[in-house]
């Protein structure tokens, strides 16, 4: 091995910070927190809701995308994670059922690529279940390469999966090869977008990562395949999350070139935005053939609004994408920890957040090589 291999760091994680149980009046030890009361409480230091939880469900992936798992870095040597160190559905459904409670409305299943982890189905199953304080269905989206959604859509469907973000940088069979680095087909991917929209998943949406020099040249192909489809499709800006991908800012196309280019073809209008807490910066196409949106991470930062928390595929909580450092959830699950004390760790450690690494790229950021890896976070 080359000593200056770069290796993907499995962050230390700290334990989930103790607080003092936010146990409502007249709550026994052990029962569950009061929903509502919780709903109220969970804020973060800069005043935040918690209303996002990212779910990666494996580590692995079909791809090799080389902005988020370069070959050099995720080749055979490689060691994912073991079997063991996997969070079990039952432990996701818990976790998962217990952040609801707190005012979660939103589950995103991630990974890695969330259709290579056996029986993603029955997690659905489980998943669909759960109820929002409120009695609603908390909202229960996946986002995948799309490769092998095809033959998995109707399952996902009919156990309770409402939508699908498919990630295609490319049209172009040989770009899109070289962007995946795979010798998965671009068709495979469009079949299952196609599936994923003919069994009902609703909204389908299309992620495109722009990388200047490399996919630049299919934003108007990509806008003009998808026009007309009802499939929304957004520019995601190349970003410096890990420190495996060799981000540099001039490999960054901002989203404002991207909409200039596709305004100089297709007038466009700018929307309102659907939910404060939204990623995506949506412009109507004047013709009302569709909508494009943006995802401006590295030049319009949204931290302001960030509502989210990802739970890694071994249990880790991490309040930001950037973040260094993870919160170990699963000794807890596996330690027959009652729901009271978890849920009041997990109130204690959105309640000490005060992440906003985007907004504060260009001062104070942390160590490059302490950051974690995006396919072992969730996307
Ligand atoms: N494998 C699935 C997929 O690709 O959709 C889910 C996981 S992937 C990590 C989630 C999203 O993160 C994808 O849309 C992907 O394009 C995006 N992504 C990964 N690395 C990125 C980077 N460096 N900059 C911007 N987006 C990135
Ligand atoms: Fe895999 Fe998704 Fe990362 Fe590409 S972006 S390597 S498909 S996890
Ligand atoms: Fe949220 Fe961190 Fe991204 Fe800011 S940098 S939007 S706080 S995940």
Redesign the pocket.
């Not at 991630?110 to 969330?114: K, R, S």
């Given at each position: 091995m080359r000593e200056d291999r770069i290796i993907p760091i499995r962050p230390t994680s700290a334990p989930l910070p103790t607080a003092p149980l936010l146990r409502p009046q007249g709550l026994a030890h052990g029962q569950v927190h009061s929903p509502a009361h919780a709903t109220q409480a969970l804020r973060d230091r800069l005043g935040r809701p918690l209303t996002d939880l990212r779910i990666s469900v494996t580590d692995r992936?079909n791809?090799r995308?080389g902005?988020?798992m370069p070959r050099a870095v995720y080749g055979p040597g490689h060691r994912f994670l073991p079997q063991p160190d996997l969070l079990s559905f039952e432990e996701i459904t818990r976790t998962a059922r217990l952040f609801v409670s707190l005012g979660v409305t939103k589950l995103r299943i991630?990974?890695?690529?969330?259709l290579m982890r056996r029986d993603l189905p029955e997690l659905i199953r489980q998943l669909a279940a759960l109820r929002t304080p409120d009695g609603e269905r908390p909202e229960l989206a996946m986002?995948?390469?799309g490769a092998l959604l095809a033959p998995h859509a109707q399952a996902l469907h009919d156990a309770g999966l409402q939508r699908v973000?498919?990630?295609l940088?490319a049209l172009d069979p040989a770009t899109f090869r070289a962007m995946s680095d795979s010798d998965i087909a671009v068709e495979r991917v469009l079949e299952g977008i196609a599936t994923a929209q003919a069994v009902g998943l609703a909204p389908v949406k299309v992620?495109m990562?722009v990388q200047k020099g490399l996919n630049d040249d299919q934003i108007l192909p990509m806008v003009e395949h998808f026009r007309g489809t009802g499939i929304e499709l957004r520019f995601?800006?190349?970003?410096?999350?890990?420190h495996t991908?060799g981000?540099n800012l001039d490999k960054v196309l901002p989203s404002q070139a991207v909409q200039d280019l596709i305004a100089r073809h297709h007038p466009l209008r700018e929307l309102p935005a659907e939910r404060p807490e939204d990623t995506a910066r949506r412009v109507a196409l004047s013709d009302g053939s569709g909508t494009v949106g943006f995802v401006s991470s590295v030049t319009q930062a949204f931290c302001g609004d960030c509502s989210r928390l990802r739970l890694s595929t071994d249990g880790k909580l991490y309040t930001c994408l950037f973040a260094s450092q993870g919160h170990d959830l699963r000794s807890l699950l596996r330690d027959a920890t009652p729901d009271a004390d978890i849920l009041a760790r997990l109130a204690a450690l959105w309640g000490a957040r005060s992440d906003r690494y985007s907004a504060q790229r260009h001062a104070n950021t942390p160590s490059v090589a302490s950051r974690v890896e995006?396919?072992y976070i969730?996307?």
């Open positions: 992936c791809f995308c902005y988020c991630t990974g890695g690529e969330p986002t995948t390469n973000t498919v990630s940088d992620n990562v995601i800006e190349f970003m410096d999350v890990g991908n981000w995006m396919s969730g996307g």
